[in-house]
């Protein structure tokens, strides 16, 4: 029998706890988010400000079980990208929808470029395609928020279906995490 004491291991178990509070995270906020999304009030606002608040959270969390590599920098500029986005959605939630759309929408394309970079850097750890894969989405759908801006009827709704969406790659990498540390004992 063997113990599995690497450090890259302690690092899998710990992202593996995380990507699984990500995921419920997402669902849960997504779900607020679309019984609120009609239209910008107080607890829309609330929620729109608190997504990239809970995603420094999960990344100085993510930084810490890394303790040193090449993520670590993508890391803290997803923390400095969340926090921008936080302030800026709190701001844009004054001037409507489409505001807070644009705003998104550069936050996702940014933040999915660091995901990319994180999980490109780690993809010898295993579990890291799905979010290889989400940051490349988050690229494409932060465009998508943006152009939704400029249209007519712009809703918050796309935003719930982002939230999930990317829960669920958490999901899948965190199970692939797991079953690659029960292949390894």
Known sequence: MTTNTTPAAGVAQTLRRLYFARFGFALVWAGFLVATAASLGPVSIALLVLYPLFDVVAAV???R???AGKPIAALYVNVAISLLAAAGLAVAASSGIPGVLRVWGTWAIVAGVAQL???AARRGMGGQWPMIL????SV??????IIQATMDGASLRSLAGYA???GIFFL???LRLGRRRAQEQ
């Open 65 to 67: 079980s890394a303790k």
């Open 61 to 63: 969390l993510d930084a």
């Open 140 to 145: 494409l759908a932060g465009t998508s928020f």
């Open 117 to 119: 970079v994180v999980g």
């Open 164 to 166: 999930t969406l990317g």
């Open 134 to 137: 989400s940051g490349a989405i």
């Open 172 to 174: 899948v990498s965190a």
